[in-house]
Structure formats: structure tokens, C-alpha cells
């Protein structure tokens, strides 16, 4: 198939998890024989922080405004067999609108951000994605399963909602032997609705807990958080210090925003990536948790800082390890990029049967 992806970014990961899951996503489609083309808004936010300015796989095309995008790529989008659109992309509904006006082929919305998305419809919000828009796509992917596909296809009238959630690379996280520096991390962009989450997982064990060692890692923190002297913290981490940085924790800690939560079926990549290194996960509770890892066994589910001093504190080591190293298996069968890669193949087929 020729496909074309208009993404948010897949040459910076600064301040968004999107890059590592289209980077991933790309480089299997071309191993599985397709032929990519992905389009990237060119800002400056992303342009002052590329950590992979010249992806070696498929490839990859910068444009500075709406209309440079039709100028250069009109042809291409007619032409390609399948054209997928990301949340988020700038000027997402006009992007919309002429893909599903130009395109011949299938055209796709793919959210990354499906129980915001949804949020931001049912406030008004059309940043991206307009109620219009939706019937119009042929395809509606999203990083959130469960009821939510109903949702989409009854309410938002969708012809056909899938799940395709994020995705780890076993050749970029894996377990490694290093000195185990913390005690327990926490890795993610600074969010209004997260932070009460990280300040009764983490801030406050770490504050009870004296000889602990913590660290929260990610940007965009407001300089009025009070960190304790035992949580170390780290601006940015580019996706190649991700590997090393989950190895250097006992635990690790997972915590997903509001919307998805309520949502259900939302797993974060984070939780795929952590997994992969064999590091144990203690993760906030959301309906369908239990779909992706076996609870007690494969993740451990906090609620409060008594939860989190009680691992930290107690788990022998060898369980602690046994913990790690069943989510990997797990991950390794059922979630990797080449799993998704599929996926989205089989979804495209059944997308082209269906409009036939």
C-alpha cells in the first residue's frame, strides 16, 4: 500500500508521546513491505528539540503551513491507498477536510488521544476533530478500546471504530544490568489533572520515606511544586535515555490522566516501555487495566502513599523481579510496534472490503 500519515511529530518527542509510537509504527510498516510517506507540521517547538530530525525509515516531509501542505501534496494524497490523520495535527479539521475531500483511498483518523478528543467534542472544543468531520473518515483508530468504539460508531457516527493502542520496541527497551538508582521514578509531561496522582503516589512517600530516592522526570513542572530533597528531578529525557533510566528504578510508576481514566481501555505507552525493560509497574486503577496485565501478578495497582511505602518496602526481591519479568512476556506477545503494524494492515483491509 502507499500510505500517507499526517502526524503531530515523529522528528521530536519533546513534550509528546506521539513520536515514539509513529516512529515505531513507520519502521514496521516499510520492514512489512508498504510504502510510507509521513507529514509533519514544521514548529518551532519541535524544531528546537528534534532528537530524530531524519527518521532512516519510510519518509518524512516537513511543511510550514496549510497551504504548502496542498501545494506539495495533493497529488500524493489522491494517489495513496490509505491517508491517516493524528490528533493533535495542527489545524487538524481543515487538514481533515481536504483529506477526506482529496483522498480516494481510505482515509483514517488515528487518536492518540481518544478520551480527550472526545472530552474536548463534548465541550465545543474542535481543535482537531469536528462531530462533521467524523462520519467522513472511513476509519476511526483509536489508542482507547472497550465501550469507547460504540461510543464512536453509534453516537459519533463513525462506519468503523478499532482500537490500536500504542506499542513498545523490543530492540530499543530491554532489560539491562545497571545500578538500580531509585527507588522508585515516575516519567511524564507536567498535567493539571495527573499531579494530585503524582503528589499521593510519589511526593509523599518520598516526603514520609526519608532514605528513599525518587525521581520524576519530564517537562513543563511549574516551580511551585515543593519537591522533597529525595526526588530528583529531570527536565527532558530524549527517547534514547528512556531504556536506561526505567532500568535505573526498583519500580516504576504509572499514572494516567483524567479523561482516560474515566474513559477506561487507555494504556500508556509508558506501560509498554516500562514492561519491556522487565521493570515491576505500580500503576494507577482504570477499568479494562485488568485486559492488558494481570493485576497482583504482572502490574501492582496504588491508591495511596500507604500502598506505594508498602511495595517499596516489603516485595522480597526475587518477587519484585518476577513481577518485571512476567509484563515482559506479556509485552513481548502481544504489544509490541510489529503487533500494531498488523493490526493497522488488517483494519485497512477491512476498511477497503467494507466501502466496496
Known sequence: MKIVILGLSITSSWGNGHATTYRGLVRELVARGQDVLFLERDVPWYAANRDLPNPPYGCTKLYSSLDELKDGFTQTVREADFVMVGSYVPEGVA???WVTTTAQGITTFYDIDTPVTLA??????TEYLSLALIPRYHLYLSFTGGPTLQRIEQQYDSPMARVLYCSVDPA????????QTWNLGYMGTYSDDRQPTLERLLLEPARH??????????????STIDWSPNVERIE????AEHC?????QQFTLNITRADMVRSGYSPSVRLFEAAACAIPIISDYWDGLDTIFEIGK?????????DILRYLREIPEQERRAI????RVRVLAEHTAAHRAAELEQYALTAMAMRQ
Do not use: T
Open 324 to 327: 518485571g519479568d512476567r509484563a
Open 172 to 179: 530499543l527497551y530491554y532489560p539491562q544490568e545497571c545500578h
Open 95 to 97: 487538514v481533515g477536510e
Open 298 to 306: 504482572e502490574i501492582l495497582v496504588a491508591d495511596s502513599s500507604a
Open 244 to 248: 536506561s533510566f526505567y532500568n535505573a
Open 209 to 222: 520515606w526519608k532514605e528513599g530516592h525518587f525521581v520524576v522526570a519530564g517537562p513543563q513542572y511549574p
Open 236 to 239: 527532558h529525557l530524549p527517547p
Open 120 to 125: 474536548k467534542l463534548e465541550r465545543g472544543d
